[in-house]
């Protein structure tokens, strides 16, 4: 069976992995946390996060200077997603990833049955199932998404000039680290975000997530 190929992947720096998308074109305009600062202490758009996303929801909006948004939590197992731009130009971002989920040290004893989970969620067929959980403007087209903790968001105003039409770009914080970001050109207009989750019929502590972004007519 062939696969779809990831257009691209963030990474946290642990197993956690709270992400946040918005207009590239307002990346300059995101406040990070200040330096040193304790959980009781933190602040800018990492703190609004942990606040709405306290309350039990599945997602949480944030303003990102003039641009609206929003924060979510996939996982906290793997801490690394890949993002998949379907047929329809919808984008998936998926986690954990499925070299994790083929892993030996993971559920590689279930190849074909991953295989299977991940047909479902990045085929043609993939957002059927998934629930609107918000709406997107996106005026200049380029999405950023960005790990949460991420230092260098700022960056993502520029280099969203440098993307192709239809292409991604992974950025990180310059460390040599993971990546923690990812720009993607979907073009102008109204998104949908959908999530949907599917259940790991062998482990019941599982399960895959995706978020959507599906453009609107």
Sequence with gaps: MTFRQPIGSIASQNASLTIAVFD???ATEWVATKPAATKAQFTGH???IMRGLGKGEEVTAID????????FELEGKSGRLDAYRLDDGTLALVA????WWRDPAHHGGQADEVDALFAEVVGAEGVDEATEVGQLELPSGKLAAIYMWLKNV????DLASTVSSGGALAFDDGYGEANGGLIVDLGPGRYLLLRR???VPWDQDQS????YLARQP
Excluded: D, K
């Design 197 to 199: 989750e599917v259940a």
């Design 64 to 71: 990102v200077g003039a641009s609206s948004g929003f924060a």
């Design 24 to 26: 590239a074109r307002t």
């Design 208 to 211: 895959l997530v995706a978020m």
């Design 96 to 99: 954990p990833p499925r070299a």
């Design 46 to 48: 990492p703190a609004a």
């Design 154 to 157: 700022g960056a993502a105003r």
